[in-house]
């Protein structure tokens, strides 16, 4: 299905190179349900998130693919599909020297490519920071330029994107707080306002205590929240909403 194709990809496509090449990798597939939901086919939906993240020899990716029903719409259109490719090319792991700037580990030079139902492909282009943070397991931010590709797309401009993830054990267990924020600003064209989408979730993971603890990071349960001023760049358009989630690692 034309649909699914960045889902089946991300399935179909993890690393069969040699170990030496690919450093990590791994995927995940979540299931979220949550209402309220701004510029929607309806107000209630439920997302299928497919995932894939590593780390190779020359960068990182990062890769995901949304799945999303329309509960209760009368549309002629029962679901929509949004998904990005991302990725990232290391200064230190190219040049085999060590980037220290006080706190600033890494340099990247930062790629995404967004697409979509609608006019909404984009590719993003510009640079990353591996930042080190008292008690994050990681904090990255990737500063771009924003290029529309679709006809009718008006986001050109700029956007910093920080990433982050902190970890709380938890007897056998953790807790997991990550997410990410995308501010968009400095918009070229009049009519596509600037916007700030912040998207953590807080996860329980459930695996550990079912299966014992051989199986951590494997199957999560949570919440989402997503609060976003401007969504689609709309003036006055502010989602404000949250979804329970359940995550599974391969």
Request: hydrophobic share 40%.
């Amino acid at each position: 299905m034309k649909k699914s194709w960045l889902a089946l990809a991300l399935l179909a496509a993890q690393p069969a190179m040699a170990n030496d090449v690919v450093q990590w990798w791994d995927m995940s597939v979540t299931a979220l349900h949550g209402n309220d939901y701004d510029l929607a086919a309806s107000d209630r939906q439920t997302t299928v998130t497919f995932e894939t993240a590593g780390a190779w020899i020359y960068g990182d990716w990062f890769a995901f693919q949304d799945v999303t029903y329309f509960n209760g719409s009368n549309l002629s259109e029962n679901d929509t599909t949004y998904g990005e490719i991302s990725t990232r090319l290391s200064a230190s792991k190219i040049s085999g020297q060590s980037i220290d700037f006080g706190p600033i580990t890494d340099l990247s030079w930062a790629f995404m490519l967004e697409e979509g139902e609608g006019p909404v492909t984009s590719f993003l282009y510009g640079i990353g920071m591996d930042i080190a943070v008292p008690y994050f397991t990681y904090f990255n931010i990737n500063t771009y330029r924003r290029d529309a590709l679709s006809s009718g797309n008006l986001s050109d401009g700029w956007q910093v994107t920080p990433a982050f993830r902190m970890d709380f054990p938890v007897g056998n267990s953790n807790i997991v707080f990550d997410g990410y924020i995308d501010w968009v600003f400095s918009a070229d064209n009049q009519g596509y306002e600037e916007n700030f989408h912040f998207n953590p979730q807080v996860k329980y993971d459930l695996g550990a205590v079912i299966f014992g603890e051989h199986n951590k990071n494997q199957l999560f349960v949570g919440v989402e929240y997503d609060y976003w001023q401007n969504k689609y760049g709309v003036k006055g358009v502010d989602q404000n909403t949250y979804s329970v989630i359940a995550k599974y690692h391969f």
